[in-house]
């Protein structure tokens, strides 16, 4: 039997939204009553929460291990306090058959820090012709189904899809955008993107994928989850969903949470991401939500892209950032600001995305699973971005002033990091 008793720590209960000195016992891999007689660590004062669930991790195996294996993505995850990665499907090939996402799930295992799971393509290829064999998938181990930013256009197969779903009780996870209004857009549509002469798109793009995604889920009664919302524009509609009773949940990348469109500058593409950055009233508007409970989950969307896909012309660079690392440290931006506690944002980056894909994870409650970052919100640093433990190193962070570092990663009551 193994056991450590770690004491002297703020405990972060994101169930309870609470923050309270104590400590906090581990035993064979789970939280358990306090044992004064366990070996100790000394917090020091510090926080103790539960590790991060990230929903939206691609990791590039297979076809394109340059930019990410699962190796380097779990020491990434490890080190940015993220004890669990939920990774997409939109690999090269896609993951859509059983016999991709035992590839997948198989490398995870033999090569990852940190818990792993897969979702799998809604439809074959993510063409948005046909859909994949949901209940095989289901049984080889996918956790929710979504073919990302592919938007299935054909409303008849997304209907088929949810409804298949529903009778199977699986997760899908949609991407809201009408594809026509957001076809070729780098930048949201207004003033900044004429004077930049980028090609934009209105927020009103999102509104319209996310009604129509909503009234499928009407009629259907699947169980939805939409990736990220971003604009002010897509609130109401989801706000009256979740009054109706539906099934209905949605997240929001830490990028929209605390950049905007002026990030942008002069055309610099690692701050290029999908859905592009907004307005700062839309950015204030997903604060908002998030403390409101509107949107629940908080998510890295980590997508890494090497340096000849984005060193290149705004328009034509590759959409993404890495962001398993700058999660925490972004995210606590909005503890500093005061606009979000500590307990509000870990039950949007742990409790609530491992509440609704059914995982271990995402409590301090004893019997639950020691997943668990010690961090100091505190310390300031200066992002280098070829620091990072990521292959790619596209970062929008780089070189801008942070707070908050993790000090140590429990998986199962393991330490996988120490700074």
């Known amino acids: 039997m193994t056991s450590l008793r770690i004491t002297n720590v703020h405990l972060i209960d994101p169930e309870?939204?609470?923050?309270?000195?104590?400590?906090?016992?581990?035993?064979?891999?789970?939280?358990?009553?306090?044992?004064?007689?366990?070996?100790?660590?000394?917090?020091?004062?510090?926080?103790?929460?539960?590790?991060i669930v990230d929903i939206g991790v691609k990791v590039c195996e297979p076809g394109e291990r340059h930019?990410?294996?699962?190796?380097?993505?779990?020491?990434?995850?490890?080190?940015?306090?993220?004890?669990?990665?939920?990774?997409?499907?939109?690999?090269?090939?896609?993951?859509?058959?059983p016999e991709t996402l035992e590839f997948a799930t198989r490398r995870a295992q033999a090569a990852c820090a940190v818990h792993t799971y897969q979702m799998a393509a809604l439809t074959k290829g993510r063409l948005g012709r046909e859909m994949t064999e949901i209940g095989f998938m289901q049984d080889a181990g996918a956790v929710a189904f979504t073919d990302c930013d592919s938007v299935v256009s054909d409303t008849k197969v997304l209907s088929r899809a949810l409804t298949y779903a529903q009778q199977l009780g699986a997760l899908v996870i949609g991407h809201p955008q009408d594809p026509g209004l957001s076809k070729g857009a780098a930048a949201t549509s207004g003033k900044f993107a004429s004077l930049r002469a980028i090609p934009a798109a209105s927020p009103m793009a999102e509104r319209l994928g996310l009604e129509r995604d909503l009234a499928l889920v009407e009629m259907t009664g699947a169980k939805y989850h939409a990736d990220q919302i971003s604009t002010a524009l897509a609130l109401p509609a989801l706000e009256r969903a979740k009054q109706q009773g539906l099934d209905v949940t949605a997240g929001v990348s830490i990028h929209h949470l605390t950049l905007n469109e002026f990030d942008v500058a002069d055309y610099r593409s690692f701050f290029k991401v999908k859905p592009p950055l907004r307005s700062e009233e839309d950015r204030l508007a997903m604060v908002a939500a998030l403390a409101?409970?509107?949107?629940?989950?908080?998510?890295?969307?980590?997508?890494?892209?090497?340096?000849?896909?984005?060193?290149?012309?705004?328009?034509?660079?590759?959409?993404?950032?890495?962001?398993?690392?700058?999660?925490?440290?972004?995210?606590?931006?909005?503890?500093?600001?005061?606009?979000?506690?500590?307990?509000?944002?870990?039950?949007?980056m742990s409790l609530n995305p491992a509440k609704l894909l059914g995982l271990p994870g995402g409590s301090l409650a004893q019997g639950?699973?020691?997943?668990?970052?010690?961090?100091?919100?505190?310390?300031?640093?200066?992002?280098?971005?070829?620091?990072?433990?990521?292959?790619?190193?596209?970062?929008?962070?780089?070189?801008?002033?942070?707070?908050?570092?993790?000090?140590?990663?429990?998986?199962?009551?393991?330490?996988?990091?120490q700074r």
């Open 16 to 51: 309870l939204q609470t923050i309270q000195l104590g400590s906090l016992t581990i035993i064979d891999g789970r939280i358990a009553a306090d044992d004064l007689s366990a070996p100790t660590l000394d917090g020091r004062g510090k926080y103790l929460a539960p590790g």
């Open 67 to 97: 930019k990410e294996s699962f190796r380097s993505a779990g020491l990434a995850a490890a080190a940015g306090g993220v004890t669990t990665m939920v990774t997409r499907p939109d690999t090269d090939p896609v993951i859509d058959s």
């Open 292 to 348: 409101a409970g509107i949107l629940d989950i908080i998510s890295s969307m980590h997508t890494p892209q090497d340096e000849e896909s984005k060193r290149l012309p705004f328009e034509q660079a590759a959409s993404g950032a890495v962001a398993l690392e700058t999660l925490l440290p972004a995210a606590l931006r909005l503890y500093h600001a005061d606009q979000l506690s500590l307990p509000q944002l870990f039950r949007a």
């Open 368 to 417: 639950a699973p020691a997943d668990l970052i010690l961090f100091d919100p505190d310390t300031p640093f200066v992002l280098d971005r070829f620091k990072l433990h990521s292959k790619s190193k596209n970062t929008p962070f780089d070189g801008q002033r942070m707070q908050g570092q993790v000090l140590a990663t429990f998986v199962h009551g393991q330490k996988v990091y």
